[in-house]
């Protein structure tokens, strides 16, 4: 196999490579938009508040946004 056989190949190749990524995206997007997968990627999304509540409670007082204890 020559250089110019392999020239000739690369467009089918390239073309090739476009259709597996094309498919590839796709099936992560089918994949992260499941509904199997929504109760998850709530719990996830949701996790950051679940956190601060428990912090809250530790702490015994409320703190403004800027961090300084409420009274």
Request: net charge positive; no cysteine; glycine share 6%.
């Amino acid at each position: 196999m020559d250089i110019s056989t392999l020239e000739a190949l690369k467009p089918m190749l390239i073309s090739f490579q476009t259709l597996a990524l094309l498919v590839l995206f796709v099936g992560i997007v089918w994949w992260a938009y499941s509904k199997r997968r929504k109760g998850k990627f709530d719990d996830a999304a949701n996790s950051i508040f679940d956190e601060e509540e428990k912090a809250r409670h530790r702490r015994g007082t409320e703190q403004d946004r800027a961090g300084a204890n409420k009274k």
